[in-house]
């Protein structure tokens, strides 16, 4: 996914489900709206149907994406022309990651987007494109064979989260950014259970994670484990190879925390029924 897409004219934009062209494209986004603290004060009386919109949005996508099953979100820039090697590299992760038994999720828009739907497609594979109402929006690439159109970013933001089992980020702007800062953040602060993150190309992400290393985690801003959230490859079958032992490893790990947390609630329960029980290893002091 990326939304650093490059505006052509004609190709219309997509106002939820509806396609506007010309005159009929709106000034602002439906986000821009609703931030907008300095409108007049009848927004009270809309805000209520705004939020049913975004109720909308979320039934909409849990419906759709329910029954997906394993799944991976592929981010980058959709700048990325097919002449490229990110290209070609972004349409071999979709392609791996299928032949792994998952379902690739983009944003679906042009450039590593579109590569990495085309890659799934072509392997068989279920080919997401989450879209997003933009000025121009050109909707979802022709590579996808399940395709959902957001008006807020938010929204669409958790259906990359709740559905996918590990991000690859490829080389992007703001809008890969903006994705892979957010999925390090909900893991830093445990508001989601860790998942793998790949980053594919160490010239690209190279200088940021040495930044990180070298300047943020001195001054203490993070800590030494939160540079383990991430790793960095350089090419396709690495980065996959990662996303899934990774993938299994914590899986193991979570479903070994709840069969403790299962046995420990089991063991409490036990001693609740019965109080003159002794804790194990320890003897009856009243005999």
Not at 62 to 72: D, Y
Not at 256 to 272: P, T
């Amino acid at each position: 996914m990326s939304d650093e897409g490059l505006p052509q004219s004609g190709s219309g934009y997509r106002k939820g489900p509806v396609l506007l062209r010309g005159s009929q494209i709106p000034r602002r986004t439906t986000d821009a709206r609703l931030l907008d603290s300095t409108q007049d004060a009848d927004w009270v009386h809309n805000d209520p149907w705004r939020v049913l919109r975004i109720q909308s949005e979320f039934v909409e996508g849990f419906g759709a994406l329910a029954e997906l099953g394993p799944a991976v979100s592929v981010f980058g820039s959709a700048r990325t022309r097919p002449e490229h090697p990110d290209f070609a590299l972004a349409e071999d992760v979709g392609r791996r990651l299928v032949e792994e038994g998952y379902a690739v999720i983009t944003g679906g828009g042009p450039g590593i987007m579109e590569a990495a739907n085309r890659g799934a497609s072509l392997a068989g594979g279920t080919s997401v494109g989450l879209g997003i109402e933009l000025p121009f929006e050109q909707g979802v690439n022709e590579h996808v064979n399940l395709g959902i159109s957001f008006r807020y970013f938010f929204t669409r933001k958790m259906m990359f989260v709740k559905y996918s089992q590990g991000f690859v980020v490829l080389p992007g702007g703001f809008g890969t950014f903006d994705e892979l800062f957010e999925a390090l953040t909900l893991v830093q602060t445990h508001k989601v259970t860790e998942f793998p993150v790949a980053l594919v190309g160490a010239d690209y992400w190279g200088g940021l994670l040495d930044w990180a290393r070298e300047v943020v985690l001195p001054r203490g801003m993070i800590s030494e484990h939160d540079l383990e959230l991430v790793r960095v490859f350089d090419d396709a079958a690495s980065a996959v190879q990662y996303v899934c032992d990774r993938g299994a490893e914590l899986a193991e790990q979570e479903r070994a925390a709840v069969q403790d947390a299962a046995e420990a609630r089991s063991g409490a329960a036990d001693a609740a029924a019965d109080p003159d029980a002794a804790p194990d290893g320890q003897a009856d002091r009243t005999a």
